[in-house]
């Protein structure tokens, strides 16, 4: 990848391909072990921060009810960490039906031990002359073998594993690593499953229950380094299992930045964004990941894939990207990408519109997108999830004497004086980034054209509260699992004339389903999160009580998947950017491509990796899926 006239570099010590084979060293290969049922936390890698197995986000942040039965956020990670939350108690159990005085003390429990591994004598003799860091414990097998559904999670809550999870852990450090790595599968016929931040949400990460030979996790996640940066061209070439977090942080003391900004930004990877086709809140200055992605190294099982030159664009038949992009860890590991990156922004400023309801407010982020006006993010929560933001006060906003003052004369003006009714009015999460001018100019036209669909300004602190919200649902939704509580979310894209109906139809369909089940009571709410000329991208959350149900997971899966019926039926797409994995690979044909274009799909998978050593399957199993 390095193509880049030297002189144009900043090139990192020791964290070039040539070189770095010489700062690898052999760790420990540890014998199968108990794993300590009450610990449940995973290292990671870069930052030396402990994240959960068995639940979303690090171990010293989660919600819990303090001896006054209030809700609190433990930490001090979040700009509301350590903080009380008055309200979200009351509100939960009114309107989402969350009793958080009923604990479910019954349904979870330790893990298993899970089967000893399936070694492969010959692979190990091999790659302990490769000097790898590697692992065969019990611990580590098992934070490898799954993602982060809510089906996930609840399986290891409730003591339990999937039939097949993988047998060692490898950390390669480098791009020749993985090459070694690769062909000592092949030779000895094992197989792979590339492992980036572990946020997936669509099964991917799952084993083939069917797979008996040696399946090798391969965590990326000691490829964590930028080998160089290029000012003049603005490019940087990174290692593709650093944590998106840490991207930036290492980018800031160089004035730099990528911007791209997925709601998992603590834990996913770059390379795992590529995987996926991945889009971040601030894609409306940054781009998706496939606008940032200039080259990147695909190791295959027959060789590396990659552009032969760093150009910004060029015309040289079908792109190797497009099939790289979204390539889900079937067809091989990527190891490195050079990247677009920016210059920091001079000012990032949050904001928020409240709107008489939610068509409104879907005007306003229509226009908005087309007068190619917008900023960094835009985001338009119904009315459920504003009501949901708005129970996310902490109490220091509640019972501060100049913000309760505020407060209440702000929701007299909205609801009094304007005539906006409470269980209808909606809002819009605004972050500009940019020089001052350019911020200034435009809110000037953002706000403009809110007050053309009736748009009131709702300020900085609610326009923040709505991003605190993106970063903890993970954090609630684990919460909830407390108190039989079962919420998940997934999204699409769909095109603008078809937003409204769909976002109705949906919710409606999801409350049809929910009935039909034995289930009185379903939390449903949706939000327009990334916005396009031609449409957008809508999520959708759902909850329900299954305290008393059979196999509510099953019912929970079964709603989503009468609801993602529906959006395929109102014109959507299967995923916006989460992707297809095993749980939507029955939407691949027709929804995503045709017969023929899925035909060639499973031509490139045959021609780069004939013997299925990346064994995951994931959207090559939608002719005959698991889910």
């Known amino acids: 990848l390095q193509t880049i006239p030297t002189q144009q570099l900043i090139n990192f010590e020791n964290n070039n391909n040539n070189n770095n084979n010489n700062n690898l060293s052999f760790l420990n290969f540890e014998e199968t072990s108990n794993t300590t049922n009450n610990n449940l936390i995973e290292e990671q890698k870069d930052s030396k921060e402990e994240i959960k197995i068995d639940g979303w986000g690090y171990t010293d942040s989660s919600f819990v009810v303090d001896p006054n039965g209030v809700v609190r956020l433990t930490g001090d990670r979040y700009v509301f960490s350590g903080q009380t939350f008055p309200n979200l108690r009351p509100w939960t159990e009114k309107v989402m039906g969350l009793r958080m005085g009923d604990v479910d003390h019954d349904s979870f429990k330790p893990l298993p031990t899970p089967p000893p591994p399936v070694i492969n004598q010959n692979f190990v003799d091999a790659i302990k002359n490769f000097e790898l860091r590697l692992s065969l414990n019990d611990k580590d ?28 852990v490898i950390w390669p450090q480098n791009h020749d690593a993985v090459v070694r790595i690769v062909a000592a599968a092949k030779e000895f016929k094992t197989a792979i499953i590339p ?31 930028i080998l160089w940066i290029d000012h003049a061209n603005m490019l940087a070439c990174v290692q593709a299992g650093i944590i998106g977090k840490d991207l930036e942080t290492k980018l800031a003391p160089h004035g730099l930045c990528v911007g791209h900004e997925p709601d998992s930004i603590e834990f996913s990877t770059l390379g795992g964004w590529i995987a996926t086709r991945a889009s971040g809140m601030k894609k409306n200055i940054y781009g998706n990941i496939d606008d940032i992605v200039v080259n990147c190294r695909l190791v295959t099982a027959v060789g590396i894939v990659e552009k032969a030159c760093v150009v910004p664009r060029i015309s040289a038949g079908p792109d190797v990207h497009q099939f790289i992009l979204g390539s889900e860890g079937v ?59 708005q129970a996310l006060k902490p109490a220091s906003d509640i019972h501060g004497k100049w913000f309760g003052i505020i407060d209440a004369a702000k929701k007299f003006y909205v609801t009094k004086i304007r005539g906006f009714d409470p269980n209808e009015l909606c809002a819009v999460t605004l972050v500009f980034e940019g020089d001052h001018d350019q911020v200034q100019l435009q809110k000037q036209k953002v706000f403009a054209i809110a007050s053309r669909h009736q748009g009131l300004r709702g300020g900085e602190e609610n326009g923040k509260r709505g991003y605190f919200l993106t970063y903890v649902i993970g954090y609630l939704r684990d919460f909830s699992i407390n108190f039989y509580y079962l919420a998940e979310s997934f999204e699409t894209s769909c ?51 299954h305290k008393g149900l059979e196999n509510g997971i099953k019912k929970y899966e079964e709603i989503e998947t009468e609801a993602r019926e529906e959006v395929l039926a109102c014109g959507g797409s299967p995923s916006h950017h989460h992707g297809i994995g095993k749980l939507r690979a029955r939407f691949m044909l027709p929804y995503a491509t045709s017969k023929t274009g899925f035909e060639t799909l499973k031509a490139i998978k045959n021609q780069l990796d004939p013997d299925n050593i990346f064994c995951t399957g994931n959207f090559l199993q939608a002719e005959n899926p698991t889910y």
């Open 195 to 225: 492992f980036g931040g572990g946020t997936s949400v669509t099964h991917s990460l799952e084993a083939p229950e069917n797979e008996t030979r040696m399946i090798i996790s391969l965590d990326m996640r000691d490829m964590n380094k």
């Open 495 to 545: 095109p603008w004339a078809n937003v409204s109906q769909l976002c109705t139809r949906v919710k409606d369909r999801i409350h049809h389903s929910a009935k039909t089940k034995g289930i009185n009571h379903i939390w449903a709410t949706c939000r327009v999160t990334q916005t396009y000329d031609a449409g957008a991208c809508v999520y959708f959350y759902f909850g329900f009580v």
């Open 331 to 389: 067809l091989g590991v990527i190891t490195e990408s050079i990247i677009k990156v920016r210059l920091l922004p001079e000012v990032k400023e949050y904001d928020s519109v409240v709107f008489p309801n939610f068509e409104s407010g879907l005007g306003f982020v229509r226009e908005v997108a087309l007068k190619r006006c917008a900023p960094a993010s835009i985001r338009l929560m119904d009315n459920l999830q504003f009501q949901f933001g």
């Open 141 to 168: 097998r098992i934070a490898h073998s799954h993602g982060n559904t809510i089906g996930d999670i609840y399986l290891i809550r409730t003591g339990k594993i999937y039939p097949r999870i993988p047998d060692i």
